[in-house]
C-alpha cells in the first residue's frame, strides 16, 4: 500500500476554513484516501474517504489532484471542537489502514 | 447505543500476568480489528478478522491472541504481559473487508501499563 506525508502540525482560526494536504504520490489505482481524527486521547474518528472524484459530506470535503498523488482534506468553518490529528491513509481494503503520525491541526480563538 | 464498547478502560498489570481486552460491537459489522496506539505515535495493527471463525495477523502480533467466536465479539488476549506492551489498545469494526462507505468505528480504548 502507498506511504503517505503529511505536515506534522497546523494552525487555524477558528470560523475559518481549514485545509489538510496530504502526498501520496506512489498511490495506485485501486487504492482509496481515507481520512480519520482522532480528538484528544479517543479512538479514531471515521471523517470522509473517496477514489478519484471530490467527495463532501457533512463534515469535510475531499479533494483529490487529478493525478490522485495528493489530496486536501478541507473542514469549511472550523471550530475550536475540531482541533484533533489528522490522519491521511491510503488502503485498498480495511485489514491494511496503516495510521502514520497525522498531523496535529489546532484551531485557535 | 449502537457502537463499539470496550473493556476495561484502564488496566495495570504485572509482568508475566495475563489478562483478556474485551471487544464488542451490536451493529453485525463483519470486519474487526485491534490497533495499540504508543504515546506521540499512530495506530498499528495487531490482529483483525473478517468474519466469525476467521482471524488474521497484523503489523505486530507477537505476544497477543485473538479468537471470533462471534460477530458481536472479538476479545485480545495478552499472554504474558510485558512493559513493551504498555499502550492503548483500540478496537474497530466496519461492515466489510473491503472500503464501505462509513469506514470503521472505533471503541474508546482501553489504556493498559505493564508494571
Known amino acids: 500500500d502507498a506511504k503517505t506525508t503529511q505536515p506534522t502540525s497546523m494552525d487555524c482560526a477558528e470560523g475559518r476554513a481549514a485545509n489538510l494536504p496530504c502526498n501520496h504520490s506512489t498511490i495506485s489505482g485501486n487504492e482509496y484516501v481515507y481520512w480519520y481524527r482522532q480528538i484528544h486521547s479517543q479512538g479514531p474518528q471515521y471523517i470522509i474517504h473517496?477514489?478519484?472524484n471530490n467527495e463532501t459530506n457533512e463534515m469535510a470535503s475531499l479533494i483529490i489532484t487529478e493525478d490522485r498523488k495528493s489530496s486536501t482534506l478541507i473542514l469549511p468553518h472550523a471550530t475550536l471542537r475540531d482541533t484533533a490529528v489528522y490522519y491521511c491513509?491510503?488502503?485498498?481494503?480495511?485489514?491494511?489502514?496503516?495510521f502514520g503520525a497525522g498531523t496535529r491541526l489546532t484551531v485557535k480563538p | 447505543n449502537a457502537g463499539v464498547t470496550q473493556t476495561p478502560k484502564f488496566q495495570v498489570l504485572k509482568t508475566g500476568q495475563s489478562m483478556t481486552l474485551q471487544c464488542a460491537q451490536d451493529m453485525n459489522h463483519e470486519y474487526m480489528s485491534w490497533y495499540r496506539q504508543d504515546p506521540g505515535m499512530g495506530l498499528r495493527l495487531i490482529h483483525y478478522s473478517v468474519g466469525a471463525g476467521i482471524t488474521d495477523q497484523g503489523e505486530v502480533p507477537n505476544g497477543y491472541n485473538v479468537s471470533r467466536s462471534t460477530t458481536e465479539d472479538f476479545p485480545l488476549r495478552l499472554l504474558s504481559a510485558a512493559p513493551s506492551q504498555t499502550s492503548v489498545y483500540f478496537c474497530?469494526?466496519?461492515?466489510?473487508?473491503?472500503?464501505?462507505?462509513?469506514?470503521?468505528?472505533f471503541g474508546s480504548g482501553t489504556r493498559l501499563t505493564v508494571v
Open positions: 473517496g477514489l478519484k
Open positions: 474497530a469494526s466496519s461492515y466489510h473487508r473491503v472500503p464501505g462507505d462509513y469506514g470503521y468505528t
Open positions: 491513509i491510503v488502503s485498498l481494503r480495511n485489514n491494511d489502514m496503516r
